[in-house]
Structure formats: C-alpha cells, structure tokens
C-alpha cells in the first residue's frame, strides 16, 4: 500500500532528552514536510524538504532538527532546545499542491 | 500575523441541513487552496481544492467556492451528516511554497 508512515505513534520524553520522529513515504513524491499540531493553534509548519539534501526552515523551526539523505525519508528530532515539546506531530508529502498526511505522532513530555 | 484565517472555532448543524465553514486570506500571491477534514488522534485527510483561477469545485456532498476579490473562500456541505463531524482545515499556498493552514473550525452535525 502506498502511503506516509509515522513512528512511533506514542513517545514519551523526560525533559533534557532529543527524541527523533520517523517519517517514511513510497509514494514517490519529491517534497516532504513536518507540522505540528496544538490545541487552538492549527497545523504549523517546522520544517520541508522539496528535494533530497535540501530543506527550509518553516515558522517554528527552532528546536527542531530534520535531514533528508533519502527521498522516502525525512525525520524530525525535537531536541531539549525545544521549550514546549509536547504536542501532535504530522508529517506529510506532496508531488503537486496537494498534501497526504501520516497519521501523526503524539509526543508528550514528562 | 495569520495569512489564513478561520474565524470561527466550531459550528454546530443539524443532520441534513447546510454546513458552512468559512476561511479568510490575506496573501493575494495564493494560487491554490484546500480543505482538509481532522479525526482526533489522525492526520488530516484532504476534501477539495480549488485553484486560483476558478470560484468553484464541487465533488459531490462538497463545494468550494472562492471569492477573489473578497479573499475568501467557503466550504459547503450538502445534506450535512453525522459522520461529517471533524474539524476542517482551510490552506492556501502560492506556486513553489508550503502549505500553510487555518486554525481549523470544529464541526458538529447532530442527528
């Protein structure tokens, strides 16, 4: 099946620690991104990648770390700099316009 | 400051009836603009778009119609059911640029 695979689902973090989210697509698709979700805030956009070994900062990058050494794969690090970690991670895809999401990763911070 | 904007957090409409969720943009470089459709605890999954050289796109249940001049564009849904309840993204992008959303606007159909 294609599609955009997230992992884990479920992490939790003591502060102090990096956490890296995996995301992984076989949907051929050439640019990547990561948003997150708060509660009354929306999707916000950390970072994208719209090519292998390029990628942009989005409106709330600080803290947050991503690589791209392979199309299929973009993952996010949320590193201790990150001041308010806990929240939904999305992470989606695209060839032209249109997003295709995974199905999120809840990050909650102890 | 919000380049899209929805200005109402919920909605409530009965089953069957019209829902009409609303969204605000300020950046008239935007090309092309979506909605999306959020179960709690799921990735947003998308319903329609519509680019900026139309003012409508319907499929189904579901039309889109935007106002250039008025920067604005609505979603409706036609007979509003149970199952439609969700929160909806509204996201615009211009050529070449990510997407970026609206806050989301809260659903309720009830029976």
């Known amino acids: 099946d294609g599609g955009i695979t997230q992992s884990p689902k479920y992490l939790f973090r003591k502060e102090g620690q990096n956490v890296t989210l995996s995301c992984e697509q076989n949907?051929?698709?050439?640019?990547m991104y990561w948003y997150r979700q708060d509660p009354g805030q929306g999707l916000r956009l950390i970072y994208y990648?719209?090519?292998?070994?390029?990628?942009q900062k989005g409106d709330i990058a600080e803290g947050y770390s991503v690589s791209r050494e392979k199309k299929e794969s973009f993952p996010l690090t949320v590193t201790s700099a990150q001041k308010n970690p806990t929240a939904f991670y999305l992470c989606?895809?695209?060839?032209?316009?249109?997003?295709?999401f995974g199905e999120g990763s809840r990050l909650t911070v102890l | 400051d919000q380049q899209v904007k929805q200005n109402s957090p919920s909605l409530s409409v009965q089953e069957g009836r019209i829902s009409i969720l609303n969204c605000d943009y300020t950046?008239?470089?935007?090309?092309?603009f979506l909605w999306y459709k959020k179960y709690p605890a799921e990735g947003p999954t998308f319903l329609i778009s519509?680019?900026?050289?139309?003012d409508k796109n319907e499929d189904g249940r579901f039309t889109v119609f935007l106002n250039k001049s008025a920067k604005h564009l609505s979603l409706h849904i036609v007979p509003s059911q149970p199952g439609d309840s969700a929160v909806y993204f509204c996201?615009?992008?211009?050529?070449?640029?990510?997407?970026?959303f609206g806050k989301g606007t809260t659903l309720s159909v009830s029976s």
């Open positions: 996201a615009a992008s211009q050529a070449g640029t990510a997407l970026i």
């Open positions: 950046n008239s470089m935007f090309d092309y």
């Open positions: 989606a895809s695209s060839m032209w316009g249109e997003l295709f």
């Open positions: 990648s719209q090519i292998v070994n390029d990628f």
């Open positions: 519509i680019s900026s050289i139309k």
């Open positions: 949907l051929n698709h050439d640019a």
